[in-house]
Every structure is written in C-alpha cells, then in structure tokens.
T-cell receptor
Framework: GIQVEQSPPDLILQEGANSTLRCNFS?????LQWFHQNPWGQLINLFY???GTKQNGRLSATTVATERYSLLYISSSQTTDSGVYFC????????????FGKGTKLTVNP | EAQVTQNPRYLITVTGKKLTVTCSQN?????MSWYRQDPGLGLRQIYY???????DKGDVPEGYKVSRKEKRNFPLILESPSPNQTSLYFC????????????FGQGTRLTVV
C-alpha cells in the first residue's frame, strides 16, 4: 500500500520561530489533508490541498502532486501551535479511506 | 455550525458490557467512517459507509459493528468490548468518499478494563 512519511518526527521551537513540515507519499493521490491534533486529542482540519498552495493566517501549505510531497509552513509560531501535525492522503483510484502519516510532534516553548 | 459530533467524549467500561458510540453530522455528507488511533499504529479505519444502508469493513473491523439507518448518523457498536479495544476513536464524514475534504469528530477516548 501507499507509504506516507512525515519529517521531522519531532520539532522543538521557541515562540516566534518559523518551521517547515514535510510529507512524502509513494503513490499518486487525489486528496491530501493536513490536520493538527491538539493536546486534548482533537483533530483539527488545517488544509485540504491535493495540489497547489493555500494560506490561512500564519499557516500555509503547498502540494506538488507530480513530485509526491507536501509542505506545511508555520510562521511566527505560538505555544498554541503545539501538538501533532498529520498529513493524510487518499490513493488515486484506490479506496476512500485516508492513509495517515505518523505525524510531526511540535513543541513551541514560550 | 457545520460539524461532526461524537458522544461520549470519554468512557470507561468493563469487559463484555455492550456500548455504543454515537456520531452525527449536519453537513448532508454521504460518506462516513470510523477510525481508531493507537500509539505506534497511527489512525486506522474500522468501518465506513458510502450512504444510507451501505456499510463495509475497513482495515480493523473485528469486534465492531455499525449501522447507517439515517444519512446523518453512524453509530459504532461494541457488542462485547475487550481491553484491546481501549483506544481513541474518531468519526469522520465527507461529501463523497473520493476527492472531498473529510471532517472529524472531537474523538472518544475509550478505556475497557
């Protein structure tokens, strides 16, 4: 099946720093989403981005489907950005389930 | 507000005592599914439903049942819970299965003792 690899697995930042999280996938996809799992366990939708670039406040994402990767940019990080960031994909022509990466655990210190 | 609502958020139960986790969405989505999240194993799909009265097994269906009698509701049933079903459960919905954004409920943290 498809492999979804996220890097780095762990990231520690000081408040105000910028960061880039990466998601590589091994097959063609027709859906890619980024989620933030907060310390209470909730999965928050960040971006639905099968291709192209989107921005939402301090966050932006870019997916280059032909090269099978996506990037999530966090600028001017805040302590509330802490948590685990997941990339999830749907395989093109495959089942409808989302296949998740293992996540990047982000800790933002004040 | 468009949302997926799960209940309960937290549940501690004993082995063998039947339980139901409810899931409801108000977005008129056709596709709904259940995932479980476990340390080291990530999120895995349990069951899914393409539409009313249409359900099918995901990757880890053993020990679970589902039903889809109405479009908005997709309950997860554990007929005889066991400790290996202790997990964080998520319900999700999307307009259609493919090519549409999925939205997740708040999660249900289940402990079976």
């Amino acid at each position: 099946g498809i492999q979804v690899e996220q890097s780095p697995p762990d990231l520690i930042l000081q408040e105000g720093a910028n960061s880039t999280l990466r998601c590589n996938f091994s097959d063609s996809v027709n859906n890619l989403q980024w989620f933030h799992q907060n310390p209470w366990g909730q999965l928050i939708n960040l971006f639905y981005i099968p291709s192209g670039t989107k921005q939402n406040g301090r966050l932006s994402a870019t997916t280059v489907a032909t090269e099978r990767y996506s990037l999530l940019y966090i600028s001017s990080s805040q302590t509330t950005d802490s948590g685990v960031y997941f990339c999830a994909v749907q395989v093109q022509g495959g089942s409808e389930k989302l296949v998740f990466g293992k996540g990047t655990k982000l800790t933002v210190n004040p | 507000e468009a949302q997926v609502t799960q209940n309960p958020r937290y549940l501690i139960t004993v082995t063998g005592k039947k339980l139901t986790v409810t899931c409801s969405q108000n977005m008129n989505h056709e596709y709904m599914s259940w995932y479980r999240q476990d340390p080291g194993l990530g999120l895995r799909q349990i069951y899914y439903s393409m539409n009313v009265e249409v359900t099918d097994k995901g990757d880890v269906p053993e020990g679970y049942k589902v039903s889809r009698k109405e479009k908005r509701n997709f309950p997860l049933i554990l007929e005889s819970p066991s400790p290996n079903q202790t997990s964080l459960y998520f319900c999700a919905s999307s307009l259609q299965g493919q090519n549409t954004e999925a939205f997740f409920g708040q999660g249900t943290r289940l402990t079976v003792v």
